[in-house]
């Protein structure tokens, strides 16, 4: 039933609402359509809301013919003439109904699957068996949709590329099945470029570029990356431009895909993810328009410009329209070429230390933007041998569509909530968590493991503890017995920005976890501390102040209080970095603690 009426309610909306997007979509038609289209201009047609209809006259009349004709010639032409007005709006809502029918096909087909999987588990009792045929299904489901999102790519792209990174969530079959994904991005035609680069800016690509490279250097979900030159200045530059059928998708797209998890949630009502679908709703705009990209990587650059020994590159923005963002070239390796480290005499060592201060400068900084996408496409690494550098690297920041800014209490929370889970002080995990997500001591124990990456028996003990080979077996297998549900519920419940602050972890984690280090998880978190220490620090001095005078006896020692609790943080960063510098000047591999 839903099979069969949705395409056609979705077709009967657009055919309604949306009508023919520009003149670049008649150019994307099939060759065998008639060559007359191409007469025609933007100035013969309106933008959405109405179709476009083509302004002509025929001022020829007909030869004088027999009545019968007469009036087959008239209908023929009249049919030519209504199929050519209205053939572009019959073609995209044939395209439309052709996306929307994969994905429902694709759902009804996985539902069923499930449905009848799991009623056949109830009858083995082999607890083996069991997983064995779930996990066969979980692989059937994952197949289709990979193919559906492959299909329909644009926004689907970037959902799997979002899901195959939640392994804390998804079962290994759904996220290992997706990883491909990461890499196997559409590509747009240069001419479909010329034409958007024409319609938004009103200039002809080649009278503001003297070369632009035919085939992008990097190819996303939503956007690609071409190289050129300006030919008024002869500087060379790197152009960001969206997908060009991008937008003509994205507001059926996430129609579909509120869709898709909705009916999840009717069907399978423990497994709700649409708070998944919703975070996309909201960040998908932002995303899609470069000019907010602009202003994210402006501030970004200018927050870091304060802090000099970090070295971040964020490429400078030379001017930005919604779908083009032409930006200085910036060009690295990424950040798991470990040839490339290796050969260039770069310490991975530092570089897993330098990331780490720079999220957590993000996440902890005053007035800090976000950046809420740093996966491995979106950070290079190039060599530096500037010998007034601290470190002989910089770090390329890119992408900078989604960002966000954690409010000031939510951030002295998260900061309370980590300095507790270093020091394993269960009853302050608890009271942080709390504050920080809603989250109650009954699910406490779940929150920990989904923000830290680890067991709870880890986290519960001491963190700082190198992961074993089948700590992540064991948690796979806890979400199988069950956990997964509790996770799922958990998630829909917590603020959005600790969603992507999660996200923004596992993708930092993921890019640290790539670099292979010697030293283990120790200074990552001896770093983190040192973070959640100055945040902490800034919070009590502006208590101390409210109080009076900092020269006020009391108040003095307090103040004295609270900045030896966060010099003693500061002194173990200082002495393990210290003892690592010497480890490596005598060539000895640290011993992991």
Known sequence: MIAATFPAVAAKRLSNNLGWTCASCRNQLPRSRPTTLARFSNSNCRQYGTAKIPS????????????????????????????????????????????TGRVVVALAVCVNDYRTTLNQRETIDDPEESNLVLNACHQRCADRTLKVLERNGGIFIKLGQHLSAMNYLLPSEWTTTFIPLQDRCPVSSLESIERMFLKDTGEDLWDYFSEFSSEPIGAASLAQVHLATIKETGKKVAVK?????????APLDMALTKFTFSQLK???????????????????????????????SLRTQSY??????????????????????????????????????DSSGIDRDEVSATLARIFNEMIFGEGAPLHCDPHGGNIAIRKNSDPRRRHNFDIILYDHGLYR???????????????????????????????????????????ASAITGRDFTIVSSSITKPKKADEQKTMSTALQEGLIVDLVQM?????????????????TRSLDESLHTKQGPVRQFLILARYCMRTVFHEQLEQIRERGSLCWPPNA??????????????MKLEVFEFWLSVKRAFGSKPVLL
């Open 266 to 296: 009717r069907y399978f009502p423990e497994y709700d993810l649409e708070w998944l679908s919703s975070e996309i709703e909201s960040s998908l705009p932002q995303e899609l328009n470069f000019e907010c990209e602009a202003e994210n």
């Open 241 to 249: 431009v969206q997908h060009p059928n991008l937008q003509e998708w």
């Open 491 to 507: 998630l829909g419940q917590v603020p959005r920005v600790i969603l992507l602050i999660l996200k923004t972890n596992d993708l």
């Open 304 to 341: 870091f410009s304060h802090i000099p020994e970090l070295p971040l590159v964020v490429p400078d923005i030379i001017w930005a329209k919604r779908r083009i963002l032409v930006m200085a070239c910036e060009t690295g390796h990424r950040l798991d070429d470990l040839a490339y480290i």
């Open 56 to 99: 002509f006259s025929a001022n020829s009349k007909p030869r004088p013919t027999r009545r019968r004709g007469a009036l087959l010639a008239a209908s023929g032409g009249a049919a030519a003439l209504g199929l050519f007005v209205v053939g572009d709006k019959v073609t995209h809502v044939y395209e439309a109904t052709e996306r």
């Open 557 to 570: 020692l307090r103040l004295f209080a609270a900045w030896v609790g966060f010099v003693r943080v500061e």
């Open 405 to 447: 800014d954690i409010p000031e209490d939510l951030r002295r929370s998260y900061a309370k909530m980590w300095l507790a889970i270093i020091d394993g002080d269960i009853p302050r995990m608890k009271k942080y968590v709390q504050e920080v997500a809603g989250i109650g001591e009954d699910k406490f124990p779940l929150f």
